[in-house]
């Protein structure tokens, strides 16, 4: 048996039908609800195979529909604690970096003209790079990488040491300076007094400088913690300082290996915050407890997944 139709995320699929797993059927009504893990690659419908999806034929028999609405006796509880990742998850962080290389730069040309007049920025990225080629620790904390760069380029130019200290500084106030998507601080405000909110971070965001440390009751930074995710631990971690299970936390993150792969086998669930349309996730096999745009898709999947009663 053949079925054709339109997007099942588009009100005008119409006029087929709802499978049930005892082969019965009836007509579908309306919108399906819940567009997680089971959306075909261009997010037509919930197929997980791009060879399924609906707005081509296919055998139903291979179809697997979710409820339009979850049975409340097989619903969730709301999860206990929400932990979030921060850069490209919250903010864009690439255009900041630019910015506080660039500041940096201009401090350099200020205090310390002789690495500037040695260095580009290009330069003084790539020998950063090379540095990390051959001490790959530095990983675990890039602003340890960029101070040894820094040390390095001054030693070569003949510079003071000292003055590292103070352009790190000009460094991370730049870098700081991060503007949150638009969804984000509204989001934050409606989970509030829902759930505890911690974030797990591999980079070096101070949430104190941002402005956004009231949101979040715990924040585990790898840089200090001493591990990075995927390790399973920096995300045990984050759960044990919420006190919660890891059971019982759902974690968000835009990188589909290092946030959704890694809480998934550490025991939460993972939620792919997927503000770019990206179809990585086939790419490396992973499969997201959830995909959203943003914190208003986010919220829509937990109010749909989760029974309100149960909070």
């Not at 139903?60 to 929400?82: E, G, Q």
């Not at 602003?143 to 103070?166: D, Q």
């Given at each position: 048996m053949?079925?054709?139709?339109?997007?099942?995320?588009t009100a005008e699929w119409k006029n087929t039908h709802h499978f049930s797993a005892f082969g019965k059927h009836r007509p579908c009504l309306g919108l399906y609800h819940g567009v997680t893990t089971r959306l075909c690659p261009v997010r037509h419908c919930f197929s997980a195979s791009p060879s399924l999806c609906l707005i081509r034929p296919f055998p139903l028999t291979k179809l697997r529909f979710r409820k339009p609405y979850p049975d409340m006796s097989t619903?969730?509880?709301w999860p206990k604690a929400i932990l979030f990742d921060l850069d490209d998850t919250l903010w864009p962080i690439a255009p900041v970096i630019l910015q506080a290389e660039q500041a940096l730069f201009a401090w350099l040309r200020e205090h310390a003209p002789r690495v500037a007049e040695r260095f580009t920025i290009d330069s003084l990225r790539q020998a950063r790079l090379a540095l990390l080629a051959r001490k790959p620790e530095f990983q675990l904390d890039l602003g340890k990488l960029r101070r040894?760069?820094?040390l390095a380029a001054f030693e070569e130019a003949g510079e003071e040491a000292g003055k590292v200290e103070h352009a790190m500084a000009q460094f991370f106030a730049a870098r700081n300076a991060v503007i949150p998507y638009d969804d984000v601080l509204p989001g934050l405000l409606r989970l509030k007094n829902r759930v505890l909110v911690g974030s797990?971070?591999?980079?070096?965001?101070?949430?104190?400088?941002?402005?956004l440390a009231h949101h979040f009751k715990v924040t585990v930074a790898a840089p200090e913690f001493g591990v990075a995710k995927p390790d399973t631990a920096i995300f045990l971690a984050a759960c044990e300082a919420l006190g919660v299970a890891p059971e019982?936390?759902?974690?968000?993150?835009?990188?589909?290996?290092?946030?959704?792969?890694?809480?998934q086998r550490a025991g939460l669930r993972a939620v792919w915050m997927n503000r770019t349309g990206s179809t990585r996730h086939l790419e490396h096999d992973v499969v997201p407890d959830a995909i959203v745009r943003d914190f208003d898709e986010l919220l829509d999947w937990l109010g749909r997944e989760h029974d309100e009663a149960r909070t």
């Amino acid at each position: 048996m053949v079925a054709r139709g339109r997007c099942a995320g588009t009100a005008e699929w119409k006029n087929t039908h709802h499978f049930s797993a005892f082969g019965k059927h009836r007509p579908c009504l309306g919108l399906y609800h819940g567009v997680t893990t089971r959306l075909c690659p261009v997010r037509h419908c919930f197929s997980a195979s791009p060879s399924l999806c609906l707005i081509r034929p296919f055998p139903l028999t291979k179809l697997r529909f979710r409820k339009p609405y979850p049975d409340m006796s097989t619903r969730r509880a709301w999860p206990k604690a929400i932990l979030f990742d921060l850069d490209d998850t919250l903010w864009p962080i690439a255009p900041v970096i630019l910015q506080a290389e660039q500041a940096l730069f201009a401090w350099l040309r200020e205090h310390a003209p002789r690495v500037a007049e040695r260095f580009t920025i290009d330069s003084l990225r790539q020998a950063r790079l090379a540095l990390l080629a051959r001490k790959p620790e530095f990983q675990l904390d890039l602003g340890k990488l960029r101070r040894a760069g820094l040390l390095a380029a001054f030693e070569e130019a003949g510079e003071e040491a000292g003055k590292v200290e103070h352009a790190m500084a000009q460094f991370f106030a730049a870098r700081n300076a991060v503007i949150p998507y638009d969804d984000v601080l509204p989001g934050l405000l409606r989970l509030k007094n829902r759930v505890l909110v911690g974030s797990i971070t591999n980079g070096n965001a101070d949430l104190q400088t941002i402005g956004l440390a009231h949101h979040f009751k715990v924040t585990v930074a790898a840089p200090e913690f001493g591990v990075a995710k995927p390790d399973t631990a920096i995300f045990l971690a984050a759960c044990e300082a919420l006190g919660v299970a890891p059971e019982d936390a759902v974690y968000v993150g835009d990188d589909v290996l290092l946030d959704v792969q890694g809480a998934q086998r550490a025991g939460l669930r993972a939620v792919w915050m997927n503000r770019t349309g990206s179809t990585r996730h086939l790419e490396h096999d992973v499969v997201p407890d959830a995909i959203v745009r943003d914190f208003d898709e986010l919220l829509d999947w937990l109010g749909r997944e989760h029974d309100e009663a149960r909070t």
